[in-house]
């Protein structure tokens, strides 16, 4: 009877692995390698901004660099393939400040194992910069800008689930005419397009 209950257990165990791996193709690779990472700590993103204070009335850009975990990557902003889920950096700016134009930079094309031709992808760093502009009426003072930044990772082999992490960056609004200074010049250097 033992015998039977410990067979019924681990059958129980197989189909539910197996609905695991039909439902997310992740599965079985989270099941099998469980030294893997966590998805939400692969990448490393921090933001700078590139004015301080900002004036009322003015431009600025806030970058978001994202380093990512060795021996990872992410699929670019512009995907390879139409079932590939692309990286995103969405802002949720405070009342007063929007949000002009996002640019990504280009992916890097990488041969994988499980994929006929190269996919365009991040490895190692990559800065995504967003400018915005600053209202006359907006309100003075240190606030923050949050982000959301949305990726999938993937090693050469398999997949992690796709996440979303926040990252924050924090601007100080100033009264218009205030001398600003530029912040992080190297990350900021050359013309957005």
């Not at 990872?72 to 889920?85: G, P, Q, T």
């Not at 100080?172 to 050359?190: E, L, N, R, V, Y």
Request: glycine content about 6%.
């Amino acid at each position: 009877m033992k015998m039977e209950k410990s067979n019924l257990k681990m059958s129980h165990r197989a189909v539910f692995a197996t609905v695991l791996i039909c439902l997310f193709g992740w599965a079985p690779l989270a099941l099998a390698q469980t030294s893997l990472p966590a998805a939400s700590t692969v990448a490393s993103p921090k933001a700078y901004v590139s004015l301080q204070p900002i004036p009322r009335g003015s431009t600025f850009e806030i970058g978001v660099v994202v380093g990512i975990m060795p021996g990872f990557h992410m699929n670019a902003h512009k995907v390879s393939e139409d079932y590939l889920i692309p990286t995103n950096l969405t802002a949720k700016p405070p009342a007063g400040i929007k949000e002009v134009r996002t640019l990504y930079p280009e992916g890097t094309n990488l041969k994988l194992s499980f994929s006929d031709k190269p996919l365009s992808v991040y490895t190692k760093q990559f800065t995504v910069r967003a400018k915005f502009s600053v209202a006359a009426t907006a309100a003075l003072g240190k606030m923050s800008v949050p982000f959301t930044l949305q990726y999938q990772a993937c090693n050469n082999s398999a997949c992690l689930p796709p996440v979303r992490i926040p990252v924050i960056a924090k601007i100080d609004i100033a009264q218009a005419g205030t001398k600003a200074h530029a912040m992080s010049p190297d990350i900021f250097s050359g013309e957005q397009k």
